[in-house]
């Protein structure tokens, strides 16, 4: 496939880029039923999405060296990382838009950060014993600001899109719904995959990220 450059690829993290969702991997390993009321609060309207990951992260209470041994196991996409660096060979830019916390993508990706020129745009976020895993609000003249994720990954691709690239999308739930409206190609599974389907919107779906590799890879760039 030709398309005409610039090129970016934006992507989801978590049930994304990862083969797991932090919060539920999170969740199985400390939380009680109870603990999640705040995410009943959200389903029913009465809190924001980003006011309920923090509420329910903030119920982790353990040594920090335990969490970073437990967020060093979280499993991500095995082709992600050299998705990312055969992005950063043809010249593709690469984002990682998030609604969850970047305390624990920033772990988990580490120096393929920078190594690989990913653009991580996510919830800024601590963690200590004390405090669990807490959420800190972007200000809401923050460029990429959404109220209820935190981040909005649609303003990221219409900001791409302003400035004459063409989208690459990937996602898996609720969240990246409205990123879709305004991507060239669509990557979708899971929750995300049914609601574009619903709504008549041409994606591909990817069982992992070696269908995004090899698409990558095959695009040619003018």
């Known amino acids: 496939m030709k398309v005409k450059g610039p090129v ?58 335990d969490f970073h041994d437990f967020i060093d196991r979280f499993p991500i996409e095995e082709k992600f990382i050299d ?20 305390y624990y993508i920033k772990r988990i990706l580490n120096e393929n950060i920078e190594k690989y020129n990913i653009n991580l745009i996510s919830n800024p976020s601590t963690y200590t014993p004390e405090i669990g895993l807490k959420f800190i609000d972007h200000d809401k003249d923050y460029i990429y600001y959404d109220e ?39 990557f979708a599974r899971k929750t995300l995959l049914e609601m574009c389907q619903a709504e008549g919107i041409k994606t591909e779906n990817f069982n992992s990220y070696n269908d995004i590799y090899s698409f990558i890879k095959n695009l040619e760039i003018e």
Not at 34 to 53: N, T
Not at 155 to 169: E, P, Q, R, S, T
């Open 8 to 65: 970016a690829l934006v992507t989801d993290f978590d049930g994304t880029a990862s083969i797991d969702d932090f919060f539920w991997y999170a969740i199985n390993e400390y939380l009680k039923d109870s603990d999640m009321k705040p995410w009943h609060d959200y389903i029913d309207g009465k809190i924001r999405h980003v006011q309920a990951l923090s509420r329910i992260f903030e119920k982790i209470h353990v040594k920090t060296e």
């Open 83 to 102: 998705t990312a660096k055969l992005c950063k060979q043809k010249g593709i830019k690469l984002f990682i838009v998030s609604a969850g916390a970047d």
């Open 148 to 186: 209820n994720l935190g981040v909005s990954k649609a303003k990221v691709i219409k900001g791409l899109k302003d400035n004459g690239y063409y989208c690459i999308f990937a996602g898996d739930g609720k969240p990246d719904f409205d990123a879709c409206v305004y991507a060239d190609k669509i």
